[in-house]
């Protein structure tokens, strides 16, 4: 009898069983598989957003950390507890090393110490001005905006030329000039140290690598050093193409001082950003565990629907059991359905957020960064999320007895 049975409902009247099962409700088909669908979806799209927002914060620190060298001499500490450089930045570091491979944009700085003087502006149009702190000054080359990614918004910056004849002219940040009452530099407007003028020829702002800027006012390095003795840079600022770090760490004391190379610190970005890393993995940590809860929603959808499919079927799984079905061929047939409802789930699914992440990406201007392989692997899922949510609901309709099934059929 067993054996009658078992040639009878053989693998090809299970497929059927279950292509029968699966198409006899098309309503519940699709809520079912829109669960699935939904699931596999959230997956591929937060996966494939969570390695397009990688792509973009690689950029970001590529943009800025990555292009970044800062050059300083190197201190000792003498006996009275005081630190001293070894070394000095000449004045023409930039131009040096602008003949380096790699080297885009460089530029000195230093602070002026103007020994109490007050900083004032005229004409002031704000009587508040005058109770404003005055800005800091400090001295720079004109190669300097450049390597810190400035930007001037009104007027220009100083040139070479200035530099070389200790011009009275100086540039302001941005939150200098406000504080100093002034946003246009068509009427000549002055900025006074003391009692010393010097003409605003521009207004500068972004400076991300050197922020503090944005409070300063910034004179040519000639003009600071014969106004105010200043006597060498505090340091030396370079913009780089990405890559280029360790060749220009390397090169850059050498250019500077090529008989004391060991008197300057540089500090270049390595190949490799850590922190551009560990910001990745937390970024694909987070979006990966949401997709990990759409999907356990979609999941448990599955096995809420072939549970109560089980149930709906109870006098039909009696009929089969009676006619020589096995609790085999039961819970196979429930088992193929749950299998198949979640590929077809995975496959829709992985279609949509593929197309969603590309969506997304060309609206926000980035490149839609996805792995091929994931989009057809979160296909596979859904049939491995099927199999693993129709086991308990086959196994309850395999346990059904074929006389009691019969009796609450009828």
Known sequence: MRGRGRDRFGLRDLFAEAAHGIGARPGRLLLTVLGTVLGIASVVVTVGLAQTAAGQIGKQFDAVAATQVVVEPETTMLMSGEERAIARIPWDAGERVLRLAGVEEAGVVAPVDVSGRTVTAVPVNDPSVAAQPSPDVVAASPGLLGAVRGEVVTGRIFDAGHDARADRVAVLGVRAAERLGINRVDSQPSVFVGEQSYTVMGIVDGMSRRTDLLDAVILPAGTARADFGVVAPEELQIRIATGAGSVVARQVPVALDPNAPEGFSVM????????????????????????????????????????????????????????????????????VESVVIGLLGGLVGSALGVLSVVVVSVVQEWTPILDVRMALGAACLGGVVGLLAGTYPALKAAAIEPVAALRGGT
């Open 268 to 335: 270049a970005p390595s190949s490799g950003s850590a922190l551009q890393e560990n910001v990745q993995a937390d970024v694909n940590a987070i979006f990966l565990a949401l997709g990990a809860i759409a999907l356990v929603v979609g999941g448990l959808g599955i096995a809420n629907v072939t549970l109560l499919s089980v149930m709906e079927r109870v006098g039909e799984i009696g009929l089969r059991r009676a006619l020589g079905a096995t609790r085999r061929d039961i819970a196979g047939q429930f088992v």
